[in-house]
């Protein structure tokens, strides 16, 4: 099973920009799409992007024109490039190996990261 280790969260102000990292070990990251996904204390886990092996993306409204998912399959590494932060983004952010299923359903994916804190403040 694939293991998958997210980096890169931390707190910064409205307007300003992060990119996260996703780690993963296995043969199989280059073959496997992979998603991102966050979520608010109290609220349920939420579809932001995602990443397929031949490289379709797909992003949620709320974030599509703001966040750019992309992958180093040499590097075994996703990337999640967050611009134009506000405070409604703030949130653990986790990443995923999609199993099956619709890219966009938490359900769909099988292993996932620990997870990073985002913190955008106003």
Partial sequence: QVQLVESGGGLVQAGGSL???????GRTFSSASMGWFRQAPGKERE?????????DTYYANSVKGRFTVSRDNAKN???????????????????????GG?????????????GTQVTVSS
């Avoid at 579809?47 to 490289?55: R, T």
């Fill in 77 to 99: 590494t996703g990337y999640l490039q967050m611009n134009s932060l506000k405070p409604e983004d703030t949130s653990v952010y986790y990443c995923a190996m999609f199993a």
């Fill in 47 to 55: 579809f932001v992007a995602a990443i397929s092996w031949s490289g």
């Fill in 19 to 25: 990119r996260l990292s996703c780690a993963a070990s």
């Fill in 102 to 114: 619709s890219v966009r359903e938490p359900r769909s994916y099988g292993s996932w990261g620990q």
